[in-house]
């Protein structure tokens, strides 16, 4: 399992560990009243499984490139491969997840952009507030195989967050950009 088959043993999990977040999203949805339909949609199981397995190729050898350029566990070098993973890594991830269930969702090109220009940046200070933290215990304490198995679990925690953000049912951040009813109505009530 981590040894010969270790890219697998990566994909598979990062595709099921993002399911795991979207089942408790789910449930929690479900439970209050925010889902009408089914209690679990399997089509954004599928969504999120794929988003996750397109993520683990990228964590398996971005992981082991970092472990053979700096192979000691030293301060520096921990600090060196969190701040790659923090400012490329989690970008490339968060793009993966919003471009790859976008495609499924069949959304076009440019919702896609406008959602995920809307979402990133609670999506990078989520991000910044979780990582930080455990990747210092990742890359100080495991070895290079265990890697992407102990951020797969951390996602899995993450993953709630993400999925709820993707998912949000129409409660809007307030970064994003207003919407023409919400134009229209803020232009009424400031008329009378």
Request: aromatic letters at 16%; one cysteine or more.
């Amino acid at each position: 399992m981590f040894g010969k088959y270790l890219l697998l043993t990566n994909v598979l999990g990062s595709g099921v560990l993002m399911v795991v977040g979207d089942i408790i999203v789910q449930e929690y949805e479900y439970r209050h009243g925010l889902r009408q339909q089914d209690r679990f949609d399997g089509a954004r199981m599928y969504r999120m499984f794929v988003a996750g397995a397109l993520q683990g190729p990228l964590q398996h050898y971005v992981y082991k490139w970092m472990d053979r350029a700096m192979p000691h566990p030293t301060f520096i070098n921990i600090m060196k491969k969190i701040l790659i993973d923090q400012l490329f890594m989690s970008p490339a991830c968060i793009v993966i997840f919003f471009y790859s269930i976008c495609y499924l969702e069949r959304q076009t090109l440019q919702e896609t952009n406008d959602e995920l220009i809307s979402k990133f940046p609670y999506i990078y200070l989520l991000d910044w507030l979780t990582w930080p933290a455990a990747q210092y215990i990742n890359f100080r304490y495991l070895d290079t195989k265990y890697r992407v198995a102990f951020v797969n679990v951390c996602m899995a925690v993450y993953n709630v967050l993400m999925s709820y953000i993707k998912h949000d049912f129409g409660i809007h951040l307030p970064l994003e950009p207003k919407t023409a009813v919400t134009t229209e109505v803020s232009t009424t009530a400031s008329k009378t």
